[in-house]
Nanobody
């Protein structure tokens, strides 16, 4: 069992940066793939980034590649999402998620979810 709690959301102007964190509790955090997803009003939840449990594999959505960076610290049971050059279209609730085995971009393949944190980018 893994419990996830996100933090770090807020309001930022376009071009600015935010750093989201996800604190995980559970005995085997280091064996889970960690992902970030987002959901804007009226839209489906979409993949943002994911990182394998060994940190040797990362995956990014095309829309955020080169602007966002996912990282994890297995000793501290945290995963972070550094978001730079933010755009108004990045506005959404951001969710941290966990699954076993390989990196996936599909929300349905993640077993554990946080409650989400709001990110709002003004133009």
């Amino acid at each position: 069992q893994v419990q996830l709690v996100e933090s770090g959301g807020g309001l930022v102007q376009a071009g600015g940066s935010l750093r989201l964190s996800c604190a995980a509790s559970g005995r085997t955090f280091s064996s889970y793939v960690m992902g970030w997803f987002r959901q804007a009003p009226g839209k489906e939840r979409e993949f943002v980034a994911a990182i394998s449990w060994k940190t040797s594999v990362t995956s990014y959505a095309v829309s955020v590649k080169g602007r966002f960076t996912i990282s994890r610290d297995n000793a501290k049971n945290t995963v972070t999402l550094q978001m730079n050059s933010l755009k108004p279209e990045d506005t959404a609730v951001y969710y941290c998620a966990a699954r076993r085995q390989v990196v996936s971009t599909m929300p349905s393949e993640y077993d554990y979810w946080g409650q989400g944190t709001q990110v709002t980018v003004s133009s």
